[in-house]
């Protein structure tokens, strides 16, 4: 997650004293509000709990009242401060940090504590309603959900919630993974626009994983909806003849049939991300990025209209990282950014080993930056844990301490629609080129396998071959 503090603002408190409040930014979109003394004193709990030689540097006190080059200068110290603190493996996964930016994020939005219903809803677009308190963090949330779906503890640790914003041709955009420091009611709800929603999505790359959630039945439910909303918008690439083998295990009711099948089409288990730009292999190519299979899959169109198509292996990624600036808005004028002004420009740019002796960076524009950098992590930690002989199968911690009494109802996943047949002339979400179609149609693809891009196409003119996907 991206942290930064891009501006101030002078309020007035209570007594009407004014003073300066920093606004701090996840993603680009304000999470809260919070003084110095608010900052001051979350540094100064950090120091006692873990030691004075862990915390990063905070900026001093002032005994005079800040002149406007001392605001800023400290601004630009807390933004630092507050990235050091959330880089740290130790400090930015500690409850104490957690627990701060959730309640500075209620305090933002005044938000009282209550119990509200909040909406949750499954790949297939069914909603889940739960009975929430406005402060219940994203595992209180999650714990819900399970509840009410009768989805076994050991479970759970395999779904996820997710923002997305809906487009009005039912595409969807994956804005972020929710994390353990906001809260999902107070989230959905500042955002004030009823295009975002809350997902429930599995979290979890490896394929080999399924068979555990296949073996309950609200797992098989929720993964067999999954996999057809993902054939229906087009995610997963299928042609003609699979299109009719996944119809008539449909119609059969065999989604365990029907999931297995679904492993072996391209693209299964991969999120798609908005059209963005690359500097690969040429500057100013339009790109489709897809994240899955411990990759990063580029269809890109170059200058010249010809279509490439090509995969960047997480194992062959050095290293990586998401970098933000704030842009003025085209509106004829060459006037600095202000707040109204300025939007932010949001870039994931990756050092990747190209061939034995060669490392080259590789940098995309994307509003969805940090989602894509979320995604390569979670995929690197997943392979770590492998690696090690671990499991990701995790028991939800329970927490009772002023969560709400949940209902003893219970609500089952119903099963989508069979799939409709293919339509070669189905409008297409997002174009770049008609070779693209295959793709990115909203429907099932008529396109057979043989006319598909082939994977292998930056192969020879941008060597990946050197080391295996093993060597981390």
């Known amino acids: 997650m991206h942290f930064s503090i891009p501006e101030t603002e002078v309020r007035s408190g209570d007594n009407g004293s004014t003073y300066v409040a920093y606004n701090i930014h996840v993603n680009g979109v304000l999470h809260c509000r919070v003084r110095y003394s608010q900052l001051l004193g979350l540094h100064e709990q950090i120091k006692k709990e873990y030691g004075s030689n862990v915390v990063p540097a905070f900026p001093p006190k002032k005994i005079f009242t800040l002149t406007p080059a001392e605001v800023e200068q400290r601004r630009e110290q807390l933004e630092k401060y507050m990235q050091a603190v959330r880089q740290d493996p130790l400090l930015g996964t500690s409850e104490m940090f957690n627990s701060f930016l959730r309640k500075a994020q209620q305090e933002t939005q005044q938000i009282p504590t209550e119990e509200v219903a909040l909406d949750i809803c499954l790949s297939n677009g069914q909603k889940v309603t739960v009975n929430i308190l406005t402060s219940d963090q994203t595992e209180d949330v999650l714990e819900a959900v399970a509840t009410k779906l009768d989805l076994p503890d050991d479970l759970v640790g395999y779904f996820s919630l997710f923002l997305v914003r809906e487009g009005v041709d039912g595409s969807l955009t994956f804005v972020r993974k929710l994390q353990e420091f906001e809260l999902p009611y107070v989230s959905i709800t500042s955002l004030r626009s009823s295009e975002f929603h809350i997902v429930l999505r599995k979290s979890y790359w490896d394929m080999s994983y399924d068979g555990d959630v296949m073996d309950n039945r609200v797992g ?88 490439k198509e090509g995969s960047f292996k997480v194992t062959r990624m050095r290293c990586w990282r998401v970098t933000s600036s704030q842009v003025p808005v085209a509106n ?11 939007e932010v420009k949001l870039e994931l740019a990756f050092e990747y080993l190209m061939s034995k002796d060669r490392l080259q960076w590789v940098t995309i524009t994307s509003q969805q930056a940090i989602m894509m950098s979320i995604c390569l992590q979670s995929m690197v930690d997943e392979l770590m844990v492998k690696k090690s002989g671990g499991s990701i199968k995790k028991m939800l911690r329970k927490r009772h301490n002023g969560s709400i009494q949940r209902p003893d109802s219970q609500q089952t996943v119903k099963s989508p629609p069979l799939l409709d047949s293919p339509d070669p002339n189905r409008e297409q979400i997002v174009k770049l080129s008609t070779k693209l179609s295959s793709v990115s149609l909203r429907g099932i693809s008529a396109s057979n396998s043989a006319n598909d891009i082939s994977a292998n196409d930056f192969h020879g003119n941008y060597a990946f071959e050197g080391i295996g996907d093993d060597d981390l």
């Open 220 to 307: 098989l439910n929720l993964l067999y909806t999954q996999t057809v909303s993902d054939i229906e918008r087009g995610w997963i690439l299928v042609n003609k003849d699979q299109h009719r083998q996944l119809k008539s295990l449909q119609e059969k009711g065999s989604k365990k049939e029907f999931i297995h099948l679904g492993q072996t089409l391209k693209y299964y288990g991969y999120i798609k991300f908005d059209p963005c730009i690359t500097d690969f292999p040429e500057k100013g190519c339009q790109v489709i990025v897809s994240a899955g299979n411990n990759e990063l899959n580029f269809h890109v169109k170059l200058p010249n209209e010809q279509m």
């Open 332 to 342: 004829g004028t060459t006037n600095p950014c202000s707040s109204a002004k300025c």
